[in-house]
């Protein structure tokens, strides 16, 4: 059963709102639900019944046994018997409605997992790149995994076993009243003191689970950037230090965890002992009850029953508390990311790029017009930039840190929306275009290599899935990295894992570059793309570079400033604004910016 034994629970930030629209979310089940919560109310009265039934059985037995002793007809078994098959048909019926119940609640269960996940995903593709830039992989990844999967596990689950906790305590209630009222008032004297000693165990007790989760955290992360640089750790001896931090962080996960699950197994063995209260006063007052001759012996059997049944809804609503809250929370990380806004709507009618052969068609011209932008409308970062770029021109774009350099090209292929300004393709406005028609225009090769899990070759068709092998070897040729693949034992198929362990960085970068080679792109954008490659094989890819280059325009960000000084024209950026323009050669004899940014790569 779920509770505080279980994990901590973390409480949403308006519960009401998040619960309204949980169930708005699945008002397309509400069909099955109502059948399953019909279905589940049968089976519990059905149960319900069954220990009144019992009770009559062991009435009757007494009753013969009394009367035979007496000299009387003895046990009435044909009475006996017809009871006996009543609560077999009871129990035989409930399990199959029990049964039924469960493979209704896991088809919603399963179904309003699928459609959470399909939505988050369908949104996260829909979102803003700044949105992105404000929440980390990890907590996006967690809203996508943790918490569906909460939902998923708790929600059929949980309203069912409320139901049928409450359902039980009214029929349980309804029954014993029936029975013998006063010994029914005696029980319902214990059964508050036992629902607030569970409330204030389980209040007592989140306060270190809490503390549990938050150690268990520390102590994973711990361990995980110990062991992810454990050469560096070796190299820099901090074998000592890192032991001193971990057991500090261990007796502190130690003890968290101690009271924390000291707190939650006292629950039973206390609720438990109040329960077995009740049963003895119920059983002294109830046999005296007999003895008087104003309740039966199955009547007082019965009651015993349904005393022992009565505690267990109540601690199971009280510990259910927690998982509806932790549910809610749920639902509420899950329905933020649902209800973020999106990128704005595309035109109506977009441009079309492609020719009759599906082709792009495109010259590649490119022109910045008083661009203004900041990712927040307090900070500017890019103030008034404007330029025009003439198709298959080779630009370069430098400047120091923070200049806006790969700002400059995220708001070229439309990832964030200008503040001002506008910024054309072919003539055109960006906007006019479709996002997805404006980014097939590009080919783009960033600083940092990505590589999924999969083979070679998938991982180089991830721009261009209908590409043929040949044109994925000739992509790898231009890229020199040809021969490093077949090196390997399988090729073109050898499995990349996110990691690429055995594999360099240069050569990851070497790939991603074949990649954008493939794409065969009309504007190429290169962010670094050579930082990662040794003197010899960076003066292979500029080579390769040139060919690629001739017919396409091309915009490069680059620090290393010697792999562009063939540029056309160099963009110098600084502060978000352009300080100077012009090719290599004239750039260094104005003795400025560029200059300076050019002799320091010199000085030591």
């Known amino acids: 059963m779920p509770g505080p034994r279980n994990k901590p629970m973390e409480k949403a930030k308006n519960f009401k709102a998040a619960i309204t629209e949980l169930l708005n979310y699945i008002k397309p089940y509400r069909g099955k639900i109502v059948l399953s919560l019909g279905l589940m109310v049968i089976s519990t009265c059905m149960c319900i019944y069954g220990p009144k039934l019992t009770g009559d059985v062991t009435t009757l037995l007494s009753q013969g046994i009394i009367s035979k002793y007496k000299g009387g ?18 129990y035989v019926s409930s399990a199959a409605i029990d049964y039924l119940v469960n493979f209704i609640n896991v088809s919603i269960s399963t179904d309003v997992t699928y459609r959470l996940r399909r939505d988050i995903s369908l949104k996260l593709n829909k979102l803003p790149l700044k949105y992105f830039d404000t929440k980390t992989h990890g907590e996006i990844l967690s809203r996508v995994t943790n918490d569906v999967d909460n939902i998923a596990q708790n929600l059929t689950n949980t309203m069912s076993q409320i139901l049928n906790s409450a359902i039980n305590i009214v029929g349980v209630l309804a029954m014993m009243f029936i029975i013998s009222w006063k010994l029914t008032l005696i029980a319902l004297l214990i059964i508050p003191l036992t629902g607030l000693t569970a409330a204030a165990i389980v209040k007592k007790s989140q306060k270190y689970f ?13 361990v995980e950037e110990m062991y992810s640089g454990h050469l560096l750790v070796k190299t820099y ?7 001193e931090e971990f057991s500090k962080l261990n ?25 077995n209260l009740t049963y003895v006063i119920v059983c002294i007052v109830g046999g005296m009850e007999v003895i008087a001759g104003r309740m039966t012996i199955g009547g007082i059997q019965s009651l015993i029953t349904y005393t022992r049944r009565l505690n267990q809804p109540i601690t199971s609503i009280a510990q259910l508390m927690n998982t509806v809250q932790t549910m809610a929370a749920a639902a509420e990380r ?6 973020e806004e999106e990128e704005t709507k595309e035109t109506e009618n977009p441009v079309n790029i492609y020719d009759e052969n599906g082709e792009i068609n495109i010259k590649g011209n490119v022109a910045f017009e008083r661009v203004k932008f900041g990712y927040n409308e307090d900070k500017i970062v890019i103030h008034d930039f404007s330029m025009f770029v003439e198709p298959g021109k080779q630009i370069a774009i430098v400047g120091p840190t923070g200049a806006g350099k790969t700002t400059l090209v995220k708001l070229l292929m439309r990832f964030y929306e200008l503040n001002g300004g506008t910024i054309y393709v072919d003539y055109k406005d960006i906007k006019e275009y479709s996002r997805h028609d404006l980014r097939d225009m590009f080919g783009m090769v960033l600083q940092d290599a990505w590589l999924f899990d999969g083979t070679i070759m998938e ?11 040949e044109e994925v070897y000739a992509a790898c040729k231009m890229a020199h990295v040809d021969h490093f693949i077949r090196t390997l034992e399988n090729g073109y198929n050898t499995v990349l894992s996110q990691d690429s362990a055995g594999i360099s960085q240069g050569q990851k970068q070497l790939l991603t570059i074949a990649r954008a080679f493939l794409s065969d792109p009309k504007i190429l954008i290169l962010d670094e793309a050579t930082s990662s490659v040794d003197t010899r094989t960076e003066q292979l890819i500029q ?11 091309s915009f490069t960000i680059a620090h290393r400033l010697s792999t562009i000084r063939n540029s056309d024209a160099i963009i110098v950026l600084n502060e978000g604004d352009i300080v100077e323009v012009g090719n290599h050669e004239d750039l260094l004899a104005k003795n400025g910016f560029y200059a300076k940014l050019y002799n320091s790569q010199f000085e030591m």
């Open 73 to 90: 007809a003895g046990i009435d078994f044909d009475a006996i018997k017809k009871i006996v098959m009543t609560l077999v048909i009871i």
């Open 210 to 222: 809490k503390a549990n989760s938050k150690y268990l955290g520390e102590v994973n992360g711990h």
């Open 237 to 243: 001896n901090y074998e000592e230090k890192s032991n």
């Open 251 to 275: 007796d502190n996960l130690h003890d968290a965890a101690f009271k924390s699950q000291f707190y939650s197994t006292i629950m039973h063995p206390l609720t438990g002992f109040l329960g």
């Open 334 to 339: 899950i329905f933020e990311v649902l209800n």
């Open 459 to 469: 991982n180089l068709k991830f721009g261009k899935p209908d590409a043929t092998d």
């Open 543 to 553: 080579d390769s570079m040139e060919e690629l280059r001739k017919g396409r325009t």
